[in-house]
């Protein structure tokens, strides 16, 4: 049977709500924020948006058969003309955004309030950590919901998330808390990007257990300034101390060797703090004694509840740090160390994270998502200790995005890899030639020549072509900066695309394999 919920109910808790046409009564069937997926009898929330106003778009909404809707004061240019003919209740409120949150909450039940939640923020790490900490929570015998910029799990099932963002909007992100709840999950691993928490899309999430990864430069087309990209990543850690009491210590998760640790700690004066690292000598939960080669990582894990070895089939020190991440989450909710170091080695990964791609050549292929400086040079660095002999990095770097990611992957590919390949991802609306010669030029301004250490293909597939051409036994190959994703963006149009399919395609064309 179908919800129904009273417009009065589910404008009860949100703030400055004010119903200024229709009935509190109204009945509510469905909510939605997208008139072209409105069906009749839902409540329809105007958001103004970055490239389109949501308040635009009420004439569709009410054609397509809202019940209700809520709109922003501050847009009542907009609604006031357009409703005031219209027979259905109106609700206006100072921020639509926030409002969304609050009905999608109330109308999904309060999902978050019924599960242990466990979010992760951080720059870099937060999928892998994600799917690291869902593993060791499971093999501990609890049921655990992922929703991460990869996939979304909801019991056993696995379906991949299609919202092109990390945190979708908060109408699916309860949605999927509900789902998760429904289906009998008792931990929810929710990723928590900095977006996400500024633009109210992980209201309502009521997190047990915060995870702080690491903090690097990033996303300040957005954010401005690194205080404000730090501020933005606290707000998680503020949480826990409003979070619904769930019979269960709130805990705050932090990377003892990140210099912005100290200030996310801050942000919360309820909470336990337990730490993790390699360097920093106090950290709760460390790893010495670390090892990394082709096949993966070891190390010594050292815990409260004891020390024991680690093989981890994931390459790079950045892993090490992920998985001691979510190895101090697990032992938090007392899954037995034991089981933490069993689930580590058994660990499966993450699709499009540092994938392999094997048909049986000669040489090896990964396909990761590192798609701005610092994750290229991570897993440079991670790949250069695993190649025997050349590294070749295909990649490009996204359009509508901060340039200085151009200039900063160039310069780590023209520092770590010995060949790369320059090649189209995900323009946008810019010209792709232009992005493509700003990496260009960080490579010649490294000392690295076009034709001899690099070339230029924008076709991406011819671009995969000519890398496993010149690739030889011992080689490695690394296609960067989509990973899992099956789209390739030009302007507007989102045209199907997957580098592990198309890796095998060509390396199939080429008679490489065995």
């Known amino acids: 049977m179908a919800k129904v919920a009273k417009l009065a109910d589910l404008s009860q808790d949100v703030v400055s709500a ?3 046409q229709g009935a509190g009564d109204t009945a509510v069937e469905s909510i939605a924020y997208d008139s072209r997926r409105l069906e009749p009898g839902a409540l329809f929330v105007a958001v103004p948006g970055f490239q389109t106003n949501g308040h635009a778009f009420i004439p569709q909404a009410i054609e397509r058969g809202a019940a209700a809707m809520f709109v922003q004061e501050s847009e009542r240019g907009h609604w006031a003309p357009v409703v005031a003919a219209w027979s259905g209740a109106v609700v206006s409120v100072e921020d639509t955004r926030r409002a969304l949150a609050d009905v999608s909450a109330a109308f999904a039940g309060y999902p978050a309030r019924a599960l242990r939640v466990v979010a992760v923020t951080g720059t870099k790490g937060k999928s892998t950590t994600a799917y690291l900490v869902t593993a060791l929570l499971e093999a ?4 655990a919901g992922l929703l ?50 500024v633009l109210h899309r992980v209201d309502h999430l009521e997190p047990d257990v915060a995870v702080f990864t690491n903090l690097h430069p990033d996303h300040l087309d957005f954010h401005r300034t690194i205080e404000e990209y730090r501020e933005a990543k606290g707000r998680l850690f503020e949480m826990l101390d409003a979070a619904a009491d769930k019979r269960v210590a709130k805990t705050a998760v932090l990377n003892a060797d990140d ?15 337990l730490t993790y690292g390699v360097a920093s000598p106090d950290a709760d939960v460390r790893a010495t004694e670390v090892e990394l080669s082709a096949n993966g990582s070891r190390f010594r894990l050292l815990t409260p509840a004891g020390a024991a070895r680690v093989d981890l089939p994931l ?18 909710q007392e899954v037995p160390l034991a089981t933490v170091v069993e689930a580590l080695a058994s660990f499966g990964g993450v699709p499009g994270r540092l994938e392999r791609i094997d048909v049986g050549q000669p040489f090896g292929v990964v396909v990761d998502f590192a798609h701005e400086a610092k994750s290229l040079r991570s897993v440079l660095q991670a790949l250069r200790e695993a190649a025997s002999g050349r590294l070749i990095v295909v990649f490009g770097c996204g359009g509508d995005r901060d340039p200085a990611r151009r200039t900063g992957m160039g310069a780590a590919a023209a520092e770590l890899a010995d060949y790369a390949v320059v090649c189209n991802d995900n323009p946008r609306t810019e010209d792709p030639q232009i992005i493509i010669e700003a ?3 960080a490579m010649r301004d490294a000392g690295r ?3 001899r250490d690099f070339a230029r293909i924008p076709d991406r597939r011819e671009a995969m072509r000519q890398a496993f051409r010149l690739a030889r036994a011992g080689d490695l190959v690394l296609i960067a900066g989509k990973g899992h994703e099956p789209y390739l963006i030009f302007g507007s149009e989102y045209l199907p695309w997957d580098d592990r399919k198309v890796a095998r395609e060509e390396l199939r064309a080429l008679g490489v394999g065995a």
């Open 18 to 20: 004010r119903l200024v």
């Open 140 to 143: 501990g015998g609890h049921a």
């Open 148 to 197: 991460s910029s990869v996939e979304f799990k909801i019991g056993r099932e696995y379906t991949m998330n299609s919202s092109q963002v990390t945190t979708p909007e908060s109408l699916e992100v309860q949605s999927l808390l509900a789902e998760m709840r429904d289906a009998g999950a008792q931990y929810a691993v929710v990723e928590a990007t900095s977006h996400a928490l």
């Open 259 to 273: 210099p912005a640790s100290e200030a996310v700690r801050s942000r919360t004066r309820k909470a336990r703090a």
């Open 315 to 332: 390459l790079g020190l950045f892993s090490v740090y992920n998985a001691l991440a979510a190895a101090t989450v697990a032992l938090s």
């Open 439 to 441: 990496i260009a030029q």
């Open 449 to 451: 020549e076009e034709g």
